[in-house]
């Protein structure tokens, strides 16, 4: 897929909804984030071996949370590579389909639970806990930054390295289009505009969500700061 301003190693995985990536440094470890809903393990196979990687070559499976256009096909890359699972303890109840959603809501957990039951990742258990400043010796260092709000325990990933953010679903980043994930989505919305806050008090040069046009870490950042300026200075006009 095309590319620009990112540092190297990031390979993506484009899905129907979303874009998954794969990281590799220079040594030749790898670390899966996020694992797409289904489809992404032909692309998977052909990825790692268009790089010269054995499946063992995953050093682990980095999750930002627990919804299933993420973590749909996390007990096949669990099962194929053989990595352990790195997420917040806070998503094993989306991984369960048993996140409680209340109102509106109630529907995505319906949805979810029979997506994962379908897709056989039913119960796929978290194998690492991860939490706020937690150092990862993937990808020459990677930082947990907890970004909750779309869910308790979203999670984004900070290169200090490389200078670049993986934010997850903490916006969505499209042409004309850039935006908070759909309400219904959100468990904790309250939590939404600190989240914000802290990923521009990182201020990384680079910013790569899951859902987006094109890979451009330095546009996706202009976007995000044009999101921030709409949803954290004017209010509710955004
Ligand atoms: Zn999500
Ligand atoms: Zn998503």
């Keep these: ?10 390979h993506t995985i484009r899905g129907i909804m979303g874009v998954c990536h794969l990281l590799v440094d220079a040594a030749g470890g790898a670390v899966f984030l996020d694992t797409g809903l289904v489809g992404e393990p032909v692309q998977m196979r052909w990825l790692l ?4 990687l054995a499946p063992r070559a995953v050093q682990a499976i980095l999750l930002t949370h627990g919804h299933l ?10 099962r194929w590579t053989g990595a352990p699972v790195y997420a917040h303890p806070a998503e094993q109840a989306h ?27 039913t119960a796929t258990p978290i194998d690492r806990s991860i939490g706020d400043g937690d150092e990862l010796p993937f990808w020459d260092g990677l930082q947990v930054v907890h970004l909750p709000g779309h869910t308790e325990g979203h999670c984004g990933f900070y290169s200090a390295r490389h200078d670049v953010l993986f934010s ?12 908070l994930p759909p309400p219904i989505l959100n468990s904790r919305p309250e939590l939404i505009p600190a989240s914000l806050r802290r990923a521009q008090a990182l201020n990384p040069r680079y910013i790569v969500p899951q859902h987006y046009d094109i890979l451009d870490g330095e546009l996706h950042r202009r ?16």
């Design 1 to 10: 897929m095309f590319q620009r301003n990112v540092p190297p190693g990031i």
């Design 49 to 52: 071996h268009r790089l010269g």
């Design 69 to 78: 256009d993420h973590a749909g096909n996390l007990r096949w890359l669990k």
């Design 95 to 121: 991984l369960d389909g048993r996140y409680p959603y209340s109102g509106f809501a109630r529907w995505c957990g319906r949805l979810e639970r029979v997506g994962y039951a379908v897709l056989g990742s």
């Design 168 to 179: 997850g679903d903490l916006f969505a980043s499209y042409f004309f289009n850039v935006h």
């Design 223 to 238: 976007r995000f700061d044009t999101l921030c300026r709409r949803k954290l200075f004017a209010g509710a006009r955004g």
